[in-house]
């Protein structure tokens, strides 16, 4: 096989360095409008003369992780409030809450324990609508380790991303008891899961809705099929007891004050959980909205994240962004008590009254339940979905 | 002809020799990895993290995501494309600065001498810090009804590497001329820019040229990290990351991308040693001063 194989792969790359070679020269189209790719807008209502320019900033790349924004800028939901939205993607420098207190963004997604950190650093932050209810880390280990909960982390190698997503972990190893600096070994883990399947890492820390996707659609080199959900055990952060907030919309506090972002707020948390609310109850319509607007995820693994997505925030017994005080305060105490191995905590003191507010949230579902939308997501039921090879 | 014929079959061989020796470690190479005293050493050889040169080729020409028509070729190709031009714009802003620098600090030379410590200073900044700076000052940015693109902060990196080796290197070549035709020109009674163009710039080429092909491999790093900090759409520094992301069940795919920046590379310092070629044709060998 190799021989012709080869010699195909070298034409091959002989060709494409012609391509590239000859169309080198064509530097005049640099100026190519680039914007329309990356900021999709949405078009105004008709009855709705002069739509209110918002720009939302989120957290990551295009994914369902967002769906129920993009959900909502593209079935005209903010449209509908007279809203034209711009949704700004993120990236691995781009921190949302600066973005916001910088004043580039109206309004920005982010974890509840980074947001409080910007905050306690003078970032005039408020989070206004709790949109995960629920956390979504995992830490995830073959079968044989035997680590089904966090006690068992004792002697094991622990992945961890850093930067700040790492604090359930301290904060599930102080809970059981543990000293993060001598009982067991603190891995820095890469954006894939290549360190678990290859066994530097004894249990790797994953998002439901994503990395644990990654082991689920990559081949198990001793069977030549797919790992399936029975090679792993699971600890989840939520169920241990010390999941903390994460994706929440955050507005910029000096302007709240001023009624009119007030009022736009509002409009905007009503459009986002209208979102989100069709993403539930259309869960492959969402995924394909996410998926035309350009990510580069496979299909079966957006479908994945958009379920896994939907189950952190539905039911939602309060109604879907409302912040819950218990949930609340277990992040704020954990923020300021869970060390990391420098002894550093995320917070140094309580966060202050003004950092979240339910006033937005409470009339924004005022509008929605005006509207028949279903906030609370009662008999919500999630499906089922098979991943394929390579999240394809 | 006959030293292109061989140049470019050097080229040939030199990729074979990699592919060759990327297989031939793939088959003695520990499959987990070797570890000396506990510290892992030698790399992986398996599939995961050394996939098969074929297989890397073969993802070319197998769709981006299952059930879209576009095959990851012309993704890879558009990224790429994207990024040269973006290249090109950082790398032209930045031969206009380095080549300006130069000229300023030849003529005066105190400006010489109080600006070159700040040259080299700000190449000292780590560009991953720079970038979301970049970002958000142009975000900020609005002259008249121009509004700062976010592709013009990417470019703007590249020009930040690019334009040290050209200032840099243009000074020492303005510097070179031989103070017996510097002599020469003044017993004429030339003017300083006559100087400077009939004689400093032409002596400057051999010096230029090679601080050209830093400035531009220079510019196409800039712009791929800019990509990959800010996350700007449409180039190869965000097929990397994209791809990267899906490392675990489709290794080879960020291959394709990474190739891609290569190529982007090579292009771009191959287009400045064809500039060189054209521009050294009618000039007379130097008899070694």
């Known amino acids: ?392 | 002809m006959r030293r292109i014929a061989y140049r470019s079959s050097m080229f040939v061989v030199a990729i074979v020799s990699v592919v060759a020796l990327w297989e031939f470690y793939k088959i003695v190479g520990p499959q987990d990895g070797g570890k000396f005293f506990g510290v892992s050493i030698l790399p992986r050889a398996n599939d995961t993290a050394m996939p098969h040169v074929w297989t890397m080729l073969s993802r070319y020409n197998r769709p981006e995501v299952r059930g879209s028509d576009t095959k990851i070729w012309s993704v890879v190709l558009s990224g790429t494309l994207f990024s040269l031009r973006l290249s090109l714009v950082g790398f032209f802003m930045g031969t206009t600065i380095g080549v300006g620098l130069a000229v300023l600090m030849s003529r005066f030379k105190v400006v010489q001498r109080g600006l070159l410590p700040y040259l080299v200073m700000s190449q000292t900044v780590p560009l991953i810090a720079l970038a979301p700076l970049v970002v958000s000052w142009g975000g900020k940015l609005e002259i008249g009804s121009f509004v700062w693109p976010r592709w013009l902060s990417a470019s703007i990196l590249g020009t930040f590497l690019a334009f040290f080796p050209i200032a840099v290197g243009t000074l020492r070549g303005l510097a070179s001329a031989p103070a017996a035709a510097v002599e020469l020109m003044d017993s004429y009674a030339a003017s300083w820019k006559q100087t400077l163009f009939k004689l400093r710039f032409p002596a400057a080429v051999p010096f230029m040229v090679p601080a050209f092909k830093l400035g531009a491999s220079g510019a196409v790093v800039g712009v791929v990290v800019a990509e990959i900090s800010t996350g700007l759409k449409g180039g190869i520094g965000r097929l990397i990351i994209e791809y990267a992301r899906e490392a675990t069940g489709d290794p080879a795919k960020v291959f394709t991308a990474v190739f891609g920046a290569a190529a982007l590379g090579i292009t771009m310092s191959g287009l400045v040693a064809l500039s060189d070629v054209l521009l050294m044709r009618n000039r007379p060998k130097e008899t070694s001063a």
């Open chain 1, 1 to 392: 096989m190799s021989k012709k194989t080869l010699k195909f792969a070298f034409a091959g790359i002989a060709v494409m360095s012609l391509v590239v070679g000859a169309c080198g020269g064509s530097d005049d189209e640099a100026t190519e409008d680039t914007e329309a790719a990356t900021e999709e807008t949405t078009a105004p209502a008709a009855e709705c003369t002069t739509p209110t320019p918002v720009k939302l900033q989120l957290q990551w790349f295009t994914q369902a992780q967002f769906a129920g924004y993009y959900a909502a800028q593209d079935q005209g939901f903010y449209a509908d409030q007279c809203l034209e939205v711009t949704i700004l993607e993120g990236a691995v420098d781009i921190t949302p809450q600066n973005v916001l207190a910088d004043g580039q963004a109206d309004f920005a997604i982010s974890w509840v324990s980074k947001a409080l950190a910007s905050r306690e650093g003078g970032a005039n932050i408020v989070n206004i609508a709790q949109v995960f209810q629920r956390s979504g880390t995992l830490q995830v280990s073959f079968k044989d380790k035997n680590i089904t909960s966090s006690a068992e982390f004792k002697g094991k190698k622990i992945g961890n991303w850093g930067y700040g997503n790492e604090f359930e972990i301290f904060a599930a190893l102080t809970k059981a008891g543990l000293d993060p600096a001598k009982d067991v070994t603190l891995v820095q883990q890469q954006f894939d899961m290549a360190g678990l399947l290859s066994g530097d890492i004894d249990a790797a820390e994953a998002m439901t809705y994503n990395e644990y996707a990654q082991v689920l659609e990559a081949k198990n080199p001793a069977t030549g099929a797919l790992y399936t959900a029975d090679d792993f055990n699971v600890v989840s952060y939520e169920a241990e007891g010390v999941g903390m907030l994460q994706d929440a919309i955050w507005a910029d506090g000096s302007r709240l004050e001023d009624p009119a972002y007030v009022d736009t707020a509002t409009k905007f948390v009503a459009a986002s959980i209208q979102g989100w609310a069709f993403c539930r109850d259309n869960v492959s319509a969402c995924r394909d909205i996410v998926v035309s607007k350009g990510s580069k995820l496979g299909a079966s693994h957006q479908l994945w994240q958009m379920n896994e997505v939907n189950k952190l925030i539905w039911p939602a017994a309060g109604g879907a962004g409302m912040i819950d005080a218990a949930a609340w305060d277990r992040t704020s105490s954990l923020s300021q008590t869970a060390k990391n191995l420098e002894g550093g905590t995320v917070l140094t003191k309580a966060p202050d009254a003004g950092a979240y507010t339910n006033d937005i949230v409470t009339a924004a579902l005022a509008m929605l339940d005006a509207m028949g939308v279903d906030t609370t997501g009662s008999g919500y039921m999630p499906e089922t979905v098979e991943l394929l090879e390579g999240g394809n």
